[in-house]
């Protein structure tokens, strides 16, 4: 989709709901010709905001008897006038009733998120709550949806303005102590300055433990099982899970490729993947199933790697871990010692060293309420580093805020280094609600809406 502001100006319409047969079917239109659109289908303007159970036509018949609710500009989700018709769900009487009205004079077809855009470049909602929605649409975690209700009321976007502020008045004081001199302002001392940038500093940094959590809660953990053939992973897997997915036998090398389930955690969703054991073989599908396991092992949150406690020492876990951490370029680990119920060992968790490890026995199901609980304390309670956290817009961005305040801090002395500083943190946060933007910018965020949304 290449975004037009200028098709702003058009009057759009689009079926609002899930394509297929269902007990409701929503039409939305919104633009400056909603008005006429409206009297076509109902023969009258219904009371503003008020649902109205009236016939909908189609070319003066009644095809159908539904909900209309018209909310006249501003107040609608588009700052335009808009029209919803909530009709029965049968594709006939949508797609009827839609071709109707975009054969009608200078009414198109909305663009994927063109209604979502319209309440941006209406000022009905800022950047942030834009991208708060299609999340929102693909939550697949309750605790990330109860997250994004809270960024669409706009709280982020308030932090987010209040920075702004306080950039504002320490970029005006400053140019104005330099402009006019001579005039009685008040002075802002080195320490007040340093203070400020300081303050900032520390709520930017909070704000990004806030996305860092929150990328967490929407993409999930992913947590991949690593070992030696034959330690009992994929009995592991299946005790996670809760459910046989992965064949268990006693030959090595029964997992030929990668194994993924999805569960729930405590409302944030766990993804978890078996793979090939990890050797040195001859065979050439062990072989594919290996190159597999190391390309799954790189897409990591963390690593469960997992040793049998029956021949594998405690004093060689060091020596295990140090191997394991270079082939998985640092992504955290945790060694689970399985059959326990073979060596005999206690159920337990301990800390050695850089790591954990969690005896377990797969087979009888003990110890797997330690695993889920210590992901639980690295991951939920402890908002803990994620991996590729730094592709999300809102942790870049805010990165860069961070880089010009220290640069602003160290150069607090020199006032023209220090203003130059300060366009750079207003123009970043500007850039996350959406005070300044591109089409293009608009154009990735915006294409990623279904249409009708």
């Not at 702003?8 to 633009?31: F, L, Q």
């Amino acid at each position: 989709m290449n975004i037009n502001i200028n098709q702003n100006k058009d009057t759009i319409a689009a079926i609002a709901t899930t394509p297929g047969y269902s007990g409701i079917g929503i039409i939305r239109i919104s633009g400056t010709l909603t008005y006429n659109v409206t009297k076509k289908i109902l023969g009258l303007i219904p009371k503003n905001r008020k649902a109205s159970y009236l016939p909908f036509k189609y070319k003066n018949n009644i095809i159908d008897y539904g909900i209309a609710i018209f909310f006249n500009h501003p107040n609608s989700f588009t700052g335009e006038d808009m029209l919803e018709l909530h009709c029965h769900g049968g594709p006939v009487i949508l797609n009827t009733l839609l071709q109707y009205i975009i054969s009608l004079p200078s009414i198109r077809i909305a663009n994927p998120g063109e209604f979502s855009m319209r309440a941006f470049l209406n000022k009905k909602i800022d950047l942030v709550q834009a991208e708060s929605i299609i999340d929102l649409i693909n939550s697949n975690s309750l605790e990330f949806s109860k997250k994004l209700i809270n960024v669409f009321e706009g709280n982020f976007s308030y932090k987010i303005k209040k920075l702004i502020g306080t950039i504002d008045n320490l970029y005006s004081h400053i140019e104005a102590m330099i402009n006019f001199p001579d005039d009685q302002l008040e002075q802002l001392s080195n320490d007040t300055i340093i203070s400020t940038l300081d303050n900032v500093i520390s709520i930017v940094n909070k704000l990004n433990k806030q996305v860092t959590n929150n990328i967490i809660l929407r993409d999930g953990i992913k947590i991949v099982i690593i070992g030696r053939p034959n330690v009992g992973k994929s009995s592991l897997f299946n005790a996670l899970i809760g459910c046989n997915n992965a064949i268990v036998t006693s030959s090595p090398g029964t997992t030929r490729d990668v194994l993924r389930y999805y569960i729930n955690l405590d409302g944030i969703t766990i993804n978890i993947s078996d793979t090939a054991g990890i050797h040195n073989t001859n065979n050439f599908i062990e072989k594919i199933g290996i190159k597999h396991s190391l390309k799954e092992i790189k897409t990591a949150n963390h690593i469960l790697l997992v040793v049998d406690s029956t021949i594998c020492e405690i004093k060689k876990l060091n020596h295990i871990y140090n191997n394991f951490i270079k082939i998985v370029n640092n992504i955290p680990i945790t060694i689970i010692r399985n059959k326990a119920d073979l060596s005999h060992e206690n159920i337990s968790i301990n800390k050695l060293e850089k790591y954990h490890v969690i005896t377990i026995s797969a087979k009888l199901k003990k110890g797997l309420d330690l695993i889920f609980n210590h992901i639980k304390d690295l991951y939920i309670k402890n908002n803990y580093e994620f991996n590729n956290v730094n592709k999300h817009r809102y942790f870049s961005i805010l990165n860069n805020v961070i880089l010009h305040l220290r640069r602003g801090k160290e150069n607090y002395l020199y006032c023209d280094i220090l203003l130059e500083e300060l366009k750079y943190i207003k123009y970043y946060l500007d850039s996350i609600i959406g005070n300044v933007y591109d089409n293009k910018l608009l154009d990735k965020i915006f294409s990623k809406f279904c249409i009708g949304k």
